[in-house]
């Protein structure tokens, strides 16, 4: 089974900062497997971007993934308000599916 | 508006059973596998099982393999999750979710808004 640990654990930024969130997996994985996750408290995840890169119906453009191998990267450019929230990644492999611990993004 | 309702969750105690329902809305409900995710609240997610369009194909994780049994009603829209020999480990919000196959790839959209499942004597 392959395990994903994201990094760091919490980040704490300002609106209109950059965010880079780290997805690392113990073994390679497809960039056609990785996709991300966003939650707000109290509420489901809801799918942000998937194979990697590609953005999910209705997600702006300064939500941006990137990677390969064993690291991907989920940047949000300019943090919005609406973004302070906790990010997933999840990986499918050989009919295994797992999630990172996930990363929260917080407002400094 | 696509939509999944769950219901079904509560308190038990460990050793019990319960049924997850998960109704949907607003889509296709035959074109879509669909998955169920639990999530101990304040943790990360985990997935827990999926079955095929017509529910003829199921997996599941370690954990409740044996234990746990995911069906649907197409006729209904809804899908299921029988929680058997519930153990304290157990206790989560449990989501449903639908499969958006990418590349033959699970991608999760929508979800739930989850049922509490509180396995406790």
């Known amino acids: 089974e392959i395990v994903l640990t994201q990094s760091p654990g919490t980040l704490s930024l300002s609106p209109g900062d950059r965010a880079t969130l780290s997805c690392r997996a113990s073994?390679?994985?497809?960039?056609?497997?990785l996709a991300w996750y966003q939650q707000k408290p109290g509420q489901p995840p809801s799918l942000l971007i998937y194979?990697?890169?590609t953005r999910a119906t209705g997600i702006p453009d300064r939500f941006s993934g990137g990677g390969s191998g064993t690291d991907f990267t989920l940047t949000i450019s300019r943090l919005e308000p609406e973004d302070f929230a906790v990010y997933y990644c999840?990986?499918?492999?050989?009919?295994?599916?797992?999630f990172g611990g996930g990363t929260k993004v917080e407002i400094k | 508006e696509v939509q999944l309702v769950e219901s079904g969750g509560g308190v038990v105690q460990p050793g019990g059973s319960l049924r997850l329902s998960c109704a949907a809305s607003?889509?296709?409900?035959?074109?879509?596998?669909m998955h169920w995710v639990r999530q101990v609240p304040g943790q990360g997610l985990v997935w827990v099982s999926r079955?095929?369009?017509?529910?003829?194909?199921?997996a599941y994780a370690d954990s409740v393999r044996g234990r746990f049994t995911i069906s649907r009603d197409n006729a209904k829209s809804t899908l299921y999750l029988q929680m058997n020999s519930l153990r304290v480990e157990d206790t989560a919000i449990y989501y449903c979710?639908?499969?958006?196959?990418?590349?033959?790839?699970?991608?999760?959209?929508?979800w739930g808004q989850g049922t509490l499942v509180t396995v406790s004597s």
């Open positions: 979710a639908t499969d958006v196959r990418v590349d033959d790839k699970p991608f999760f959209d929508p």
């Open positions: 607003g889509f296709t409900f035959t074109n879509n596998w």
């Open positions: 079955i095929d369009q017509r529910g003829s194909g199921t």
């Open positions: 073994q390679s994985v497809s960039t056609k497997d």
């Open positions: 194979g990697t890169s």
């Open positions: 999840q990986q499918y492999s050989a009919s295994h599916l797992t």
